[in-house]
């Protein structure tokens, strides 16, 4: 009550503390993106994966990686495409997605999947709690109209 009421009116003010909390879920949020792409590539070499499976799960991992950095850079071209990674819900639930396919018999893969978790309970949390934070960043360009559906006279 109390809490979700002071939360929401600081992000309606603009409030340094929220836009400092977003910028560090962002930051944490690049981290594990380029933990992944490393743990994906790695695993791809150097692996305990065995088979065809294990080898397209790691590339998966790198992929999404790559993907959840470009997310947090906020691409333009990226999100007119991937537009669930517009906003808290989408890119929240994405990367507690990510978190669970990194899972496997490796100790170090429970800490991947809490990093992952946390960000994206972070960023599902700021969606419930208040109005989405990643919706007023304000994307260039138009939503509906993704760079390679623009006349190239217009």
Known sequence: GNCRSA???AMAEGSSKAETC???V??????????LIGYGIAMLFVGSAQNIRGYIANLYLACFG?????AEIRMNFLVAYFKFLRNGFGLGGFYI?????ALSSDWWCYIVLAACCTVGVMYCGSACACKDPLDEEGVKGEANNPPAMRSPVA
């Not at 790559?66 to 470009?70: D, F, M, R, S, Y």
């Not at 997605?97 to 396919?101: I, N, P």
Request: aromatic fraction near 12%; glycine fraction near 12%; charge should be positive.
């Open 97 to 101: 997605f990510v978190g669970f396919m």
């Open 66 to 70: 790559i993907l959840i950095v470009l």
């Open 26 to 35: 962002r930051i944490l949020g690049m981290l594990v993106g380029c933990t």
């Open 7 to 9: 939360l929401k009116k």
């Open 22 to 24: 977003l910028f560090a």
